[in-house]
Protein backbone atom coordinates (compact mmCIF):
# COMPACT_ATOMS: atom_id res chain seq x y z
CA UNK A 1 0.00 0.00 0.00
CA UNK A 2 2.77 2.44 0.68
CA UNK A 3 4.41 1.68 -2.35
CA UNK A 4 1.24 2.72 -4.37
CA UNK A 5 1.15 5.64 -2.22
CA UNK A 6 4.64 6.41 -3.13
CA UNK A 7 3.79 6.43 -6.62
CA UNK A 8 0.63 8.52 -6.87
CA UNK A 9 2.82 11.27 -5.01
CA UNK A 10 5.95 10.85 -7.34
CA UNK A 11 2.99 11.15 -10.29
CA UNK A 12 1.57 14.20 -8.36
CA UNK A 13 5.23 16.05 -8.25
CA UNK A 14 6.56 15.67 -11.69
CA UNK A 15 2.74 16.28 -13.18
CA UNK A 16 1.66 19.30 -14.69
CA UNK A 17 -0.49 21.62 -13.53
CA UNK A 18 -3.51 19.91 -15.34
CA UNK A 19 -2.56 16.63 -13.39
CA UNK A 20 -2.62 18.76 -9.65
CA UNK A 21 -6.00 20.30 -10.21
CA UNK A 22 -7.39 16.61 -11.22
CA UNK A 23 -5.89 15.65 -7.77
CA UNK A 24 -7.34 18.82 -5.83
CA UNK A 25 -10.88 17.62 -7.35
CA UNK A 26 -10.24 13.78 -6.81
CA UNK A 27 -8.90 14.48 -3.22
CA UNK A 28 -12.30 17.00 -2.41
CA UNK A 29 -14.47 14.32 -3.71
CA UNK A 30 -13.28 11.85 -1.72
CA UNK A 31 -13.05 14.13 1.90
CA UNK A 32 -16.51 14.83 0.43
CA UNK A 33 -17.73 11.22 0.54
CA UNK A 34 -16.61 11.48 4.19
CA UNK A 35 -18.26 14.59 5.63
CA UNK A 36 -20.69 15.87 3.42
CA UNK A 37 -22.69 12.44 1.42
CA UNK A 38 -25.91 11.58 3.05
CA UNK A 39 -26.06 7.64 1.97
CA UNK A 40 -30.16 7.76 2.88
CA UNK A 41 -31.17 10.13 0.42
CA UNK A 42 -27.67 9.06 -1.49
CA UNK A 43 -26.69 12.49 -2.53
CA UNK A 44 -24.17 14.99 -1.23
CA UNK A 45 -25.36 17.77 1.33
CA UNK A 46 -23.17 20.80 1.03
CA UNK A 47 -22.83 23.48 3.50
CA UNK A 48 -23.34 27.26 2.42
CA UNK A 49 -20.11 27.69 3.07
CA UNK A 50 -18.75 25.61 0.26
CA UNK A 51 -21.03 25.27 -2.11
CA UNK A 52 -22.32 28.74 -3.87
CA UNK A 53 -25.56 29.66 -3.88
CA UNK A 54 -27.79 32.36 -5.39
CA UNK A 55 -28.59 33.38 -2.03
CA UNK A 56 -26.73 37.59 -1.11
CA UNK A 57 -27.56 35.97 2.03
CA UNK A 58 -24.99 33.04 1.53
CA UNK A 59 -22.64 34.36 -0.69
CA UNK A 60 -21.62 37.72 1.21
CA UNK A 61 -21.12 35.78 3.70
CA UNK A 62 -19.24 33.31 2.52
CA UNK A 63 -17.44 35.13 -0.61
CA UNK A 64 -14.40 32.28 -0.75
CA UNK A 65 -17.85 30.09 -2.47
CA UNK A 66 -17.72 31.92 -5.83
CA UNK A 67 -14.51 29.60 -5.91
CA UNK A 68 -14.60 26.78 -3.74
CA UNK A 69 -17.83 25.54 -6.01
CA UNK A 70 -15.13 25.08 -8.53
CA UNK A 71 -14.02 21.92 -6.66
CA UNK A 72 -16.51 19.89 -5.49
CA UNK A 73 -18.82 17.70 -7.64
CA UNK A 74 -22.64 16.58 -7.18
CA UNK A 75 -21.85 12.31 -7.69
CA UNK A 76 -18.88 10.26 -9.02
CA UNK A 77 -20.49 10.27 -12.80
CA UNK A 78 -20.50 14.38 -12.60
CA UNK A 79 -16.74 14.17 -11.18
CA UNK A 80 -15.18 11.65 -13.90
CA UNK A 81 -16.75 13.61 -17.09
CA UNK A 82 -15.77 16.84 -15.75
CA UNK A 83 -12.06 15.36 -15.04
CA UNK A 84 -11.83 13.64 -18.74
CA UNK A 85 -12.53 17.26 -20.40
CA UNK A 86 -10.00 18.51 -17.96
CA UNK A 87 -7.49 16.70 -18.61
CA UNK A 88 -8.18 16.96 -22.46
CA UNK A 89 -8.87 20.60 -22.46
CA UNK A 90 -5.04 20.95 -20.29
CA UNK A 91 -3.54 19.25 -23.19
CA UNK A 92 -4.44 21.15 -25.78
CA UNK A 93 -4.04 24.92 -23.33
CA UNK A 94 -0.90 23.56 -22.40
CA UNK A 95 0.62 23.26 -25.70
CA UNK A 96 0.42 27.35 -26.32
CA UNK A 97 0.53 28.67 -22.78
CA UNK A 98 1.95 28.05 -19.18
CA UNK A 99 1.11 26.34 -16.35
CA UNK A 100 0.63 29.72 -14.21
CA UNK A 101 -1.77 30.70 -17.04
CA UNK A 102 -3.74 27.34 -16.76
CA UNK A 103 -4.23 27.99 -13.00
CA UNK A 104 -5.30 31.60 -13.62
CA UNK A 105 -7.77 30.95 -16.04
CA UNK A 106 -9.33 28.25 -14.21
CA UNK A 107 -9.58 30.24 -10.86
CA UNK A 108 -10.86 33.53 -12.78
CA UNK A 109 -13.76 31.58 -14.78
CA UNK A 110 -14.64 29.77 -11.78
CA UNK A 111 -15.08 33.10 -10.22
CA UNK A 112 -16.99 34.69 -13.26
CA UNK A 113 -19.21 32.16 -13.94
CA UNK A 114 -20.05 31.85 -10.12
CA UNK A 115 -20.98 36.23 -10.41
CA UNK A 116 -22.87 34.99 -13.33
CA UNK A 117 -24.61 32.19 -11.92
CA UNK A 118 -25.49 34.09 -9.15
CA UNK A 119 -26.87 37.19 -9.97
CA UNK A 120 -29.19 35.62 -12.56
CA UNK A 121 -30.94 33.14 -10.51
CA UNK A 122 -30.87 36.20 -7.98
CA UNK A 123 -32.91 38.16 -10.99
CA UNK A 124 -35.40 34.94 -11.56
CA UNK A 125 -36.18 34.93 -8.04
CA UNK A 126 -34.43 31.08 -7.78
CA UNK A 127 -33.10 30.42 -4.53
CA UNK A 128 -30.53 27.36 -5.47
CA UNK A 129 -26.86 26.12 -4.59
CA UNK A 130 -24.42 24.94 -7.77
CA UNK A 131 -20.90 22.43 -7.83
CA UNK A 132 -18.68 21.47 -10.41
CA UNK A 133 -15.34 22.48 -12.12
CA UNK A 134 -17.41 22.05 -15.64
CA UNK A 135 -17.48 25.79 -15.98
CA UNK A 136 -13.39 26.37 -15.77
CA UNK A 137 -13.10 23.43 -17.60
CA UNK A 138 -15.54 24.37 -20.55
CA UNK A 139 -13.43 28.36 -20.36
CA UNK A 140 -10.04 26.29 -21.02
CA UNK A 141 -11.05 24.44 -24.09
CA UNK A 142 -12.64 27.75 -25.68
CA UNK A 143 -9.88 29.44 -24.67
CA UNK A 144 -7.68 27.22 -26.73
CA UNK A 145 -10.00 26.94 -29.65
CA UNK A 146 -9.78 30.35 -29.86
CA UNK A 147 -6.44 30.63 -29.91
CA UNK A 148 -6.06 27.75 -32.25
CA UNK A 149 -9.44 27.05 -33.75
CA UNK A 150 -7.87 24.82 -36.97
CA UNK A 151 -6.04 22.57 -34.67
CA UNK A 152 -6.40 18.48 -35.69
CA UNK A 153 -7.56 16.51 -32.78
CA UNK A 154 -7.95 12.43 -33.52
CA UNK A 155 -11.27 10.98 -31.89
CA UNK A 156 -11.50 7.32 -31.23
CA UNK A 157 -13.63 6.22 -33.78
CA UNK A 158 -14.40 9.14 -35.77
CA UNK A 159 -10.72 10.19 -36.99
CA UNK A 160 -9.31 13.98 -37.54
CA UNK A 161 -11.77 16.99 -36.45
CA UNK A 162 -11.16 20.40 -36.06
CA UNK A 163 -11.04 21.36 -32.51
CA UNK A 164 -13.80 24.13 -33.30
CA UNK A 165 -15.85 21.48 -33.90
CA UNK A 166 -15.03 19.79 -30.94
CA UNK A 167 -16.09 23.15 -28.56
CA UNK A 168 -18.97 24.15 -31.65
CA UNK A 169 -21.34 20.78 -30.55
CA UNK A 170 -20.30 20.90 -26.88
CA UNK A 171 -21.38 24.70 -26.67
CA UNK A 172 -24.80 23.87 -28.59
CA UNK A 173 -25.79 21.29 -26.42
CA UNK A 174 -25.22 23.21 -23.66
CA UNK A 175 -27.48 25.84 -24.67
CA UNK A 176 -30.19 23.54 -25.92
CA UNK A 177 -30.55 22.18 -22.53
CA UNK A 178 -30.95 25.80 -20.65
CA UNK A 179 -34.40 25.37 -20.60
CA UNK A 180 -34.48 21.62 -19.98
CA UNK A 181 -32.70 20.89 -17.43
CA UNK A 182 -29.92 22.24 -15.11
CA UNK A 183 -30.00 25.69 -15.57
CA UNK A 184 -28.43 27.32 -13.51
CA UNK A 185 -25.32 24.84 -14.64
CA UNK A 186 -25.68 25.63 -18.08
CA UNK A 187 -26.16 29.18 -17.57
CA UNK A 188 -21.98 28.94 -15.69
CA UNK A 189 -21.17 26.70 -18.47
CA UNK A 190 -21.90 29.73 -20.84
CA UNK A 191 -20.47 32.43 -19.18
CA UNK A 192 -17.30 30.14 -18.36
CA UNK A 193 -16.58 29.79 -22.11
CA UNK A 194 -17.09 33.48 -22.82
CA UNK A 195 -14.54 34.15 -20.03
CA UNK A 196 -12.07 31.78 -22.19
CA UNK A 197 -12.73 33.79 -25.27
CA UNK A 198 -12.34 37.57 -23.41
CA UNK A 199 -8.92 36.18 -21.85
CA UNK A 200 -7.20 34.87 -25.33
CA UNK A 201 -8.65 38.40 -26.64
CA UNK A 202 -6.97 40.42 -23.97
CA UNK A 203 -3.90 37.96 -23.92
CA UNK A 204 -3.26 39.09 -27.46
CA UNK A 205 -3.62 42.68 -26.94
CA UNK A 206 -1.38 42.37 -24.45
CA UNK A 207 -2.94 41.68 -21.46
CA UNK A 208 -2.93 38.71 -19.05
CA UNK A 209 -5.57 38.50 -16.66
CA UNK A 210 -3.97 35.27 -14.98
CA UNK A 211 -1.32 37.41 -13.63
CA UNK A 212 -3.70 38.49 -10.87
CA UNK A 213 -4.14 35.10 -9.81
CA UNK A 214 0.56 34.84 -9.59
CA UNK A 215 0.37 37.54 -7.98
CA UNK A 216 -1.70 36.71 -5.24
CA UNK A 217 -0.36 33.35 -4.69
CA UNK A 218 3.15 34.55 -4.51
CA UNK A 219 2.17 37.43 -1.86
CA UNK A 220 0.89 34.80 0.48
CA UNK A 221 3.25 32.10 -0.30
CA UNK A 222 6.04 34.28 0.57
CA UNK A 223 4.13 35.81 3.53
CA UNK A 224 3.84 32.30 5.32
CA UNK A 225 7.56 31.49 4.19
CA UNK A 226 10.13 32.33 7.32
CA UNK A 227 12.51 34.93 6.04
CA UNK A 228 16.47 33.25 6.15
CA UNK A 229 18.62 35.45 8.06
CA UNK A 230 21.96 35.97 6.98
CA UNK A 231 24.31 37.40 9.31
CA UNK A 232 27.48 38.38 7.99
CA UNK A 233 30.65 36.34 8.45
CA UNK A 234 34.30 36.88 7.84
CA UNK A 235 35.53 33.80 6.09
CA UNK A 236 39.27 33.25 4.94
CA UNK A 237 38.69 31.13 1.85
CA UNK A 238 41.59 28.64 0.26
CA UNK A 239 41.44 29.34 -3.32
CA UNK A 240 42.75 26.13 -4.27
CA UNK A 241 40.35 23.95 -1.98
CA UNK A 242 36.96 26.15 -3.00
CA UNK A 243 37.97 25.06 -6.89
CA UNK A 244 38.04 21.64 -6.33
CA UNK A 245 35.22 21.28 -4.32
CA UNK A 246 33.13 23.47 -6.52
CA UNK A 247 33.60 21.47 -9.70
CA UNK A 248 33.53 18.35 -7.85
CA UNK A 249 29.80 19.99 -7.34
CA UNK A 250 29.11 20.71 -10.52
CA UNK A 251 29.79 17.25 -11.70
CA UNK A 252 27.36 15.55 -9.31
CA UNK A 253 24.68 17.82 -10.19
CA UNK A 254 25.13 16.95 -14.06
CA UNK A 255 25.02 13.38 -13.25
CA UNK A 256 22.20 13.90 -10.90
CA UNK A 257 20.04 15.38 -13.80
CA UNK A 258 21.18 13.81 -16.94
CA UNK A 259 19.96 10.99 -14.78
CA UNK A 260 16.76 12.55 -13.82
CA UNK A 261 16.53 13.72 -17.72
CA UNK A 262 16.87 10.21 -19.16
CA UNK A 263 14.04 9.23 -16.61
CA UNK A 264 11.66 11.79 -17.70
CA UNK A 265 12.45 10.95 -21.49
CA UNK A 266 11.54 7.13 -20.56
CA UNK A 267 8.37 8.50 -19.26
CA UNK A 268 7.29 10.36 -22.01
CA UNK A 269 7.80 7.30 -24.36
CA UNK A 270 6.89 4.39 -22.77
CA UNK A 271 4.85 5.77 -19.55
CA UNK A 272 5.45 5.87 -16.29
CA UNK A 273 4.68 1.93 -15.85
CA UNK A 274 7.66 1.19 -17.85
CA UNK A 275 9.87 2.56 -15.04
CA UNK A 276 11.92 -0.33 -12.89
CA UNK A 277 11.19 -0.23 -9.24
CA UNK A 278 15.31 1.66 -8.69
CA UNK A 279 13.93 4.02 -11.28
CA UNK A 280 11.02 5.51 -9.37
CA UNK A 281 12.66 5.27 -6.10
CA UNK A 282 15.14 7.46 -7.25
CA UNK A 283 12.83 9.91 -8.66
CA UNK A 284 10.55 9.81 -6.07
CA UNK A 285 14.35 11.31 -3.81
CA UNK A 286 15.35 13.53 -5.83
CA UNK A 287 12.01 15.59 -5.98
CA UNK A 288 11.90 15.59 -1.96
Do not use: C
Not at 170 to 177: A, F, G, K, T, V
Not at 255 to 284: A, C, H, N, R, V
Amino acid sequence: MSRIFDDIKLQYKIGDITNKVIYWNVGMFLLSLVLFFKFKEYQFDYPSWLALSSNPNDFLIFPWTFLTYAFLHSGFWHLFFNMVMLNFSGRLFLTFFTQKQFLGLYILSSIFAGLVFAVSYFLMGINAPIVGASAAVLSILVAATTYQPLMEVRLLLIGNVKLWHITAVILILDIMQILIENTGGHIAHIAGAFFGVIYIKLLQSGTDLSRIVTIVIDFFVNLFQPKKSTPFKKVHVNTKKANTTTKSKIVVKDKTQQQIDEILDKISQSGYDSLTTEEKEFLFKAGK
